[in-house]
């Protein structure tokens, strides 16, 4: 298979949702000649749930066509928007101010609402210079108490299509917000797809991602969060791109020296449409923002497939700060990927020390499973 015709297989996900001829104004909805509402169970504009709830309908059903104009609406907290099927083809910002902002997929399946775009770091900006990997976030969220249902985050940006651009990190989204939590959610991309991050150095976001999926090659998880990734799939792709492996890495995060907890994995998986051993499990992102970072992941209680080298499964990002000197570990792993061939290249917790990792040692007195 060529480059080419691997790209336009991977921009395929935008046009294969249920709401796609709807957001792209060619077909009128299955439902409108049944009558029922593109908001399912969620009420519409006439019945409202309550006034704080909006509706977004690309075609004009709801109070807004675009998920942003509704998001620049809702302004205080504790506001709600209900997305009908649809592909929502714009950038999206969630400011600080927005706090306890609830966003649901109306049918209740992530793969009918797919909010996307397609820059990249090095995409060039109108007004010069070019959009950095923050800049190329599909949908940013900074403020605090953000919870999303049965929503697919998107950057269909590829490589095939720029080879003159060498800022290949499209991040899908970028989560900076404490006690932000994604269920049922997918988040597809290449480079940096999902950006589970902090607002500063000195502040220890609280994130939590359940029953989701999401897809990459190079660092397609990575940041600073405090995070925990509970009963998700993680699926690494195939390129066409590279003669040899490594194709990428799984997870890149930077948690700050001072926070105790950085990424915890727990009865998720770990797939790959690539060959054997072809990908890292993690490697250690130390940036030039903050020397003092000791990167955290634990992956335990999970399946990992043939994808992974077991072998070695990690590797060093940056010399003078190699992936033994910080702070990974695995605990009852199962699978090809989670082999241990190599005992000093997986270092293992005890069940002592894995009583310390748990999704309520990570994220305190906030426990956002309740009610999933």
């Given at each position: ?35 029922r509402s593109p908001f399912g ?302 005992p000093e290249n997986r270092p ?25």
């Amino acid at each position: 298979m060529t480059g080419r015709s691997t790209a336009l297989s991977r921009r395929s996900f935008v046009l294969a949702s249920a709401g796609a001829a709807l957001a792209l104004g060619t077909a009128a909805p299955a439902h409108a000649s049944r009558g029922r509402s593109p908001f399912g169970r969620y009420g519409s504009p006439d019945h409202r749930l309550d006034e704080r709830t909006l509706y977004v309908h690309a075609g004009g059903a709801g109070d807004f066509t675009t998920v942003q104009a509704a998001v620049t609406a809702a302004t205080g907290t504790g506001h709600t928007l209900v997305v009908a099927p649809g592909v929502y083809r714009e950038t999206v910002a969630v400011s600080t101010a927005r706090k306890d902002m609830t966003w649901i997929g109306a049918s209740g399946d992530a793969r009918d609402v797919t909010v996307v775009y397609d820059n990249a770091a090095g995409t060039p900006k109108p007004g010069g210079g070019t959009y950095g990997t923050t800049g190329s976030a599909t949908t940013l969220v900074q403020g605090d108490g953000f919870t999303a249902r049965d929503i697919t985050f998107a950057n269909d940006w590829l490589r095939a299509d720029h080879p003159g651009i060498s800022g290949t990190q499209a991040v899908a989204l970028k989560v900076q917000g404490d006690r932000s939590a994604f269920v049922r959610c997918r988040f597809l991309g290449h480079q940096d797809t999902l950006y589970a991050d902090s607002m500063a150095l000195g502040t220890f976001a609280r994130q939590y991602f359940r029953d989701c999926y999401a897809e990459g090659d190079v660092d397609f998880v990575f940041g600073r969060a405090t995070a925990v990734f509970e009963r998700c799939r993680f699926h690494t792709l195939t390129r066409t791109d590279l003669a040899s492996a490594p194709y990428g890495f799984v997870f890149a995060p930077s948690t700050a020296g001072a926070n105790p907890r950085g990424y915890l994995v727990t009865r998720s998986r770990i797939t790959s449409g690539a060959p054997d051993a072809h990908y890292k499990l993690a490697r250690p992102w130390v940036p030039s923002s903050d020397t003092t970072a000791r990167p955290m992941l634990t992956v335990r209680e999970s399946r990992l497939g043939a994808g992974i080298d077991a072998v070695s499964p990690y590797t060093t990002m940056s010399s003078g700060f190699p992936w033994q000197d910080q702070r990974f570990a695995e605990y009852r792993n199962t699978g090809p990927g989670a082999r241990i061939t190599v005992p000093e290249n997986r270092p293992q917790l005890t069940a002592e020390e894995a009583a310390a990792h748990t999704r309520e040692a990570y994220l305190g007195d906030w426990a956002p499973w309740e009610g999933c």
